[in-house]
């Protein structure tokens, strides 16, 4: 199998928004804005006046740049999730967001050995009643397209490579 410089890159994001339970990005940046504002009140309550105020001025900025520290994993889980959106539009003689749950998604929690990608397919391709090739073929569609939607580049033979169109 040919390895594509963003294939790890893309598989850890998967795995993250499996951890987090497949949220939509909108949701998380929510949680993310709340948590950083009732966190900066529960630090205004312990040092100030002992009543909780209304959200100031600094608790927004403050918000703000926590969502700003967390951008790139909030552009992660939104092209996680259209991805697994887009391959169920895709695929429609099977369930291909199934084949990509059962390969990437599962023990997201544990760290990934020698082989677990491999065996994981073989298992998914009998359970899903798919041959393992066409199980890679959807596990490379899902990174083509969390690639296109985060603006990441894979290597792809239709195009010359950089290096040939620059010398």
């Known amino acids: 199998m040919k390895k594509d410089s963003a294939r790890d890159y893309i598989i850890e994001a998967f795995r993250l928004y499996s951890r987090l339970g497949e949220p939509e990005a909108e949701k998380v940046r929510e949680k993310i804005y709340l948590y950083s504002i009732t966190s900066r009140r529960k630090s205004e309550v312990s040092s100030g006046t002992g009543h909780i105020s209304k959200p100031t001025e600094a608790a927004a900025i403050n918000a703000d740049k926590t969502l700003r520290h967390y951008r790139s994993e909030l552009m992660d889980i939104d092209a996680a999730c259209k991805t697994v959106e887009a391959l169920g539009k895709k695929y429609r003689?099977?369930?291909?967001?199934?084949v990509l749950r059962d390969i990437y998604f599962?023990?997201?929690h544990l760290p990934l050995k020698k082989a677990?990608?491999?065996?994981?397919?073989?298992?998914?391709?009998?359970?899903?009643?798919?041959?393992?090739?066409?199980?890679?073929r959807i596990l490379k569609s899902a990174r083509e397209i969390f690639a296109y939607h985060r603006g990441l580049t894979i290597p792809n033979d239709a195009y010359a490579s950089l290096e040939e169109i620059v010398s």
């Open 93 to 98: 003689g099977y369930d291909a967001a199934q």
């Open 106 to 108: 599962k023990n997201a």
């Open 116 to 136: 677990d990608i491999q065996s994981r397919v073989t298992s998914a391709s009998i359970k899903n009643h798919i041959s393992e090739s066409t199980a890679y």
